[in-house]
Every structure is written in structure tokens, then in C-alpha cells.
């Protein structure tokens, strides 16, 4: 998902990785499906315009 939009705005992974204060590896990371933090989910979500919604059921 991260990916597919970070793709749909034109931005490269350095873009990306600029815009939320990390490196560029890590967004590679990210996108080959490594652990994320939620809180740097979070980061990256609100950079690419994408809302989060958590659910207890």
C-alpha cells in the first residue's frame, strides 16, 4: 500500500524518506514488508495523504 501511493504521487523512496525524516533504506524496507512502528506508520500515512483507522471488534 505504501508503495502503490508513495507511486501514484510520483515520488521516489528519497522523496519519501526526506519528507519524513528518515533514510532511504528504510522506506525500501517498509515496502518489502519488514516491521514498521505504528508511530512511523503513521508518519508515513499522513505524508502520502492516507488515513489510519483502528478497529476492536
Same mark, same amino acid.
Not at 522523496?15 to 525500501?28: E, F, H, N, Q, T
Given at each position: 500500500m505504501i508503495k502503490s501511493r508513495r507511486k501514484e504521487l510520483h515520488?521516489?523512496?528519497? &522523496?519519501?524518506? &526526506? !519528507?519524513?525524516? !528518515? !533514510?532511504?533504506?528504510?522506506?525500501?524496507?517498509i515496502e518489502n514488508g519488514e516491521d514498521i512502528r505504528l508511530s512511523n506508520f503513521a508518519l508515513l500515512a499522513n505524508a502520502l495523504g492516507l488515513s489510519i483507522e483502528l478497529k476492536v471488534e
Open positions: 515520488m521516489s523512496q528519497e &522523496d519519501l524518506a &526526506d !519528507k519524513v525524516g !528518515k !533514510k532511504r533504506p528504510y522506506i525500501s524496507r
